[in-house]
């Protein structure tokens, strides 16, 4: 149990769990939802936090500090390189992200964020509450705070990309982002349109000994559903940890692991468990890995994730 612990850790500060809808601790959603009403693009701008917190930004900020990967990547995608002076430790794309200071990870580096005279700081629900106390000496120190709401579907990452582009002054080049993705979504979508015998897929997110997966309400089963595939531990829910006589009675067809950036040989690792000769995903070999980041990482790569799970599935959808 250890093993996963430091991952749960992991994924916490990436903000993946919530995300996902699965450490069962999200704030709850109120009058704070952290949407920035359509239209209010000019500066000053006055907007209201995932968490209540009123944010007023005199102008378009210029130096910009990311907690979380995810509002990184949006930020890159919004063509804000110069305009990033500060990442967590865990920020590791695009590449330009290393060559940003770093402020720490989930216990973040106050002084050090002090020091680089951020204009906006760019916190993430998901960790708002146990990075409280640092988010206030922030705010103490002058610093202006935007709390960026936990987003647990496809909507609301866009929803998310939008508050966050018309925050930064990049409302036209967010909408545009946010086209792009549904249009590849659809596309993705038509190609697996039709299938006419969804395959069963088990997803398994961290390795043994502490194997875990994910059930309903999860980013990856609705990702699965989008591209015309089962999951097989969809009677439950959230992540789980996983009792492998339920996943061979299962008998999926296909077998996903998301943690070979990590852990070596992720398909040898699951084609060799005692026990799971007789799996057909095993049997046929059908046991593929797909980068973490593009599967939980709520940000403009989510379609990639949802177009990799979708070729892992159905290769010959997706010939060219």
Partial sequence: MKHFKIIFALLLSLGILSACGADGENVEKGKGNGEVTKGQSDFPLSVSDALSNKVTLEEQPKHIVSLIPSNTEILFELGLNKEIVGVSDFDNYPKEAAEKE???????????????????????????????????????????????????????VYTTMENIGTLVGKKDEAESIISEMKADLESIKEKVSGVSEKKKVYIEVSPSPDIYSTGKNTFIDQMLSLVNAENVMSDQEGWIQVNQEAVIASNPDIIITTYGYYSENPKEQVMGREGWKDVSAVKNEEVHDVHSDLVTRTGPRLVEGVEEIAKSIYPELFTE
Avoid: C, W
Wanted: proline content about 2%; glycine content about 10%; cysteine-free.
């Fill in 102 to 156: 770093k402020i720490g990870g989930m216990e973040f580096n106050v002084e050090k964020i002090i020091s680089l005279n951020p204009d906006l700081v760019l916190a993430h629900e998901s960790t708002a509450v146990s990075a409280e106390e640092g988010l206030e000496q922030l705010r103490g120190a002058g610093v202006k705070v935007y709390i960026v709401r936990d987003a647990h579907n496809f909507e609301e």
